[in-house]
């Protein structure tokens, strides 16, 4: 019985951690596409689980050119970096949020590209020329190499 117990123990974070990976991924353009979704839909129950459902997602940004690293308006982070992705309404700002400060650390404005994958954070507007903006959390930052 205790040996049962001990296997069980050891098996539940793994199962738990497991989950990280089994999320689906989504790019830009897929989210921003979910947004005009729910921006089509006048009743905000409907916006609560169409967003709450985009925060068990993975969103995937690949090849884009650092636009600005800023201090980060979010407690849980130091740094966030900002990145454009072209779309055809306008541009869509990404709000980066990643733990990795050394990674951060060797971005350099307008010059460096990179890949993201992290978890959906939320969509919010301010008064700019942006289409929309989304934030990225819990990002994993890849930065690639010049050929």
């Known amino acids: ?3 049962l117990v001990v296997v069980l123990v050891l098996l539940a974070p793994f199962t738990l951690s497991c989950s990280y990976f089994f999320k689906e991924t989504l790019n830009v353009k897929e989210v921003v596409a ?4 729910m921006d089509r ?3 905000p129950a409907y916006r609560f689980l169409a967003s709450k459902d985009l925060a068990e997602k993975r969103v995937q940004v690949k090849n884009v050119t650092i636009k600005d690293v800023i201090v980060s308006g979010n407690i849980d ?3 966030c970096v900002l990145v454009s992705v072209p779309y055809e309404k306008g541009t869509i700002d990404c709000y980066i949020y ?3 400060l050394k990674t951060v650390s060797l971005l350099v404005k307008g ?6 994958i992290g978890d959906f954070g939320r969509f919010f507007t301010l ?8 934030e990225i959390i819990n990002a994993d930052i890849t930065i690639l190499k010049e050929k």
């Open 98 to 100: 990643s733990r990795e």
């Open 41 to 43: 839909f006048d009743n």
């Open 34 to 37: 979910k947004k005009e979704e």
């Open 77 to 79: 982070y130091e740094f």
């Open 111 to 116: 010059k460096t590209k990179i890949d993201v």
């Open 1 to 3: 019985m205790k040996r």
């Open 127 to 134: 008064l700019d020329d942006a289409y929309t903006k989304i």
